[in-house]
């Protein structure tokens, strides 16, 4: 649905599957270079990869319902992401709350050449990573002190930290972001200001990819009425979701991002009963493991993290 009838509009949209289709479904293919890299060299070179960033920190001039058809085209292409936690979250507390020497971390970030950890630190100095791939060259740590009185700090080449034998200790590599003890009053502002309209983009992609799932013979009545429900919920939050984007409503994109999530716990279970029992094992029985087209780290990883607050209040109060 598009209530946009604006002939730029149309435009952008002709725009970004282009770029899709040459970039991504039908790139030119270098022996040395995998496709996920021409994805993103494609997107530096446009400066296309934080559309949601301010134009001088190397977002885009797109309007909303502009950056809306565009993750909407590219999570229904299935097109990577890059580092949802790093974009979503840890760029906006930094070009809100960062020390002028720290803002260098946003170029990481936009060019992709960083991966972003999330961990939280008790009062015991015990370090549990929450979110850590192993690719993660940097790490975001939100240190428990009082209630409601946590910091967050940043530490570059987190394996240094996590591999060091006994209780680790705070240094000078454990940069303070922000002012101390304000971890909740900066979470709850970058939720209110910087909401992703990626989120029920990224269901809508689940979706599609979901679908020829339920076009095989031996799928349910129950998992087809499962279906039909996740569709007619979708298609309330979207047409919802540009309604708030025309009208400009940012605050009020919480409740698309809350929507969205609901959308893609019911999409993951309905994706697992799919699966059925080759959905719990990661055996390889030629024939017989191949029936799930989404893995459960597909459909919920790029998305814990577009709820900062409740992301925050799950661990820190």
């Not at 949802?84 to 720290?102: D, M, S, V, W, Y």
């Not at 570059?156 to 060091?164: F, K, S």
């Amino acid at each position: 649905m598009k209530l946009d009838p604006s002939s730029q509009l149309s435009l952008s949209i002709q725009q970004f599957d282009a770029f899709i289709l040459q970039h991504w479904k039908q790139p030119s293919r270098l022996a040395s270079t995998s496709p996920e890299a021409l994805w993103q060299q494609a997107l530096n070179d446009n400066g296309w990869n934080v559309p949601d960033w301010p134009v001088d920190l190397g977002g885009t001039n797109w309007t909303p319902m502009q950056r809306y058809h565009w993750y909407q085209a590219t999570c229904r292409a299935a097109c990577p992401q890059g580092d949802i936690l790093a974009k979503e979250l840890i760029g906006p507390l930094l070009f809100n709350f960062a020390r002028p020497q720290q803002m260098g971390y946003l170029n990481g970030i936009r060019t992709g050449s960083d991966t972003w950890g999330l961990a939280r630190v008790n009062k015991d100095l015990q370090i549990n990573p929450i979110y850590l791939p192993a690719t993660a060259t940097k790490l975001m740590i939100v240190f428990e002190q009082a209630p409601s009185q946590s910091s967050l700090m940043i530490v570059q080449y987190p394996q240094r930290i996590l591999n060091q034998a006994g209780t680790p200790q705070l240094s000078k590599a454990w940069e303070l972001l922000g002012k101390a003890k304000q971890a909740h009053t900066m979470m709850t502002a970058i939720q209110l200001k910087h909401q992703p309209i990626a989120a029920i983009c990224r269901t809508a992609g689940a979706i599609e990819h979901l679908q020829p799932l339920l076009d095989q013979p031996n799928s349910t009545s129950l998992e087809r009425k499962a279906f039909s429900e996740i569709l007619i919920a979708q298609q309330s939050a979207e047409v919802y979701c540009q309604r708030l984007l025309s009208n400009r409503e940012q605050q009020k994109l919480l409740l698309i991002t809350r929507a969205a999530r609901k959308i893609m716990h019911k999409i993951r279970d309905l994706n697992q009963s799919l699966a059925g029992y080759y959905g719990l094992t990661d055996a390889q029985q030629p024939g017989e493991n191949s029936k799930s087209q989404l893995t459960e780290s597909a459909i919920t990883d790029p998305f814990e993290y577009c709820e900062p607050l409740d992301l925050f209040d799950s661990f820190a109060e």
